[in-house]
Structures are given as structure tokens and as C-alpha cells.
């Protein structure tokens, strides 16, 4: 069995920042990509940022030079600082990870979701 488990959503002024965790755990061998993903009320879900193992990351058009995003291989951890906030970020953030079990098997793995509303 595998968890991912997010906290730091909240309640924020435009311009403001957030910090959202994600912790893995488990049965894991190793994770592959992690990642974060919103999903902002009647619309779909869309990648915000993505972290290989190596710590290469990438940026959605809408939050580059706002937001960064680090991992922490050794405690299986995933860090977005969401830095100028806009009323636009208000969406339910989920952290997103490319597990790797015992067996050498990769699985996808999803956390419940964070809820981050930025207020105008």
C-alpha cells in the first residue's frame, strides 16, 4: 500500500504565498516522477509542475517565475512554494507520483487533494 499524503492548502490574499507538501509512503522502492496537478471548478485537471528523481523540473506557462517546485528523495517528500498568488490559482492542488514498488512494478499514485483559494 501506497499514500500520498498533501497539506498546506488554504485561505490567501492575491499576492500572497503558500507552501503545499507532499510526503509518500509505503511500500516504495524508489519514485520515479512527482509532481503537482490543480484542478480549478468546471475545469480540467492541468499539470502546474513536474520534478523527475534527478530534480529536472518544468513549468506550466501560467505559474513559471511564480512557483517552484523540490523534492526531497531521502524522506520521499514534494514542495510547492506558490509564491504572488493569483484569484486565477484557486483550484484543488493534487500531488501526483511515478512509484516504484519491490517487484520493480511503477504504479501511478495520487494524493486526496488540497484545496488553495486566492481571495482578490
Known amino acids: 500500500q501506497v499514500q500520498l499524503v498533501e497539506s498546506g492548502g488554504g485561505l490567501v490574499q492575491a499576492g500572497g504565498s503558500l507552501r503545499l507538501s507532499c510526503a509518500a509512503s509505503?511500500?516504495?522502492?524508489?519514485?520515479?516522477?512527482m509532481g503537482w496537478y490543480r484542478q480549478a471548478p468546471g475545469k480540467q485537471r492541468e499539470l502546474v509542475a513536474p520534478?523527475?528523481?534527478?530534480?529536472?523540473?518544468n513549468f506550466a506557462d501560467s505559474v513559471k517565475g511564480r512557483f517552484t517546485i523540490s523534492r526531497d528523495n531521502a524522506k520521499n517528500t514534494v514542495t510547492l512554494q506558490m509564491n504572488s498568488l493569483k484569484p486565477e490559482d484557486t483550484a484543488i492542488y493534487y500531488c501526483n507520483a511515478v512509484i516504484r514498488n519491490y517487484q520493480g512494478r511503477a504504479f501511478n499514485y495520487w494524493g486526496q487533494g488540497t484545496q488553495v483559494t486566492v481571495s482578490s
Open positions: 520534478i523527475t528523481s534527478g530534480s529536472s523540473t
Open positions: 509505503g511500500s516504495i522502492l524508489s519514485i520515479d516522477s
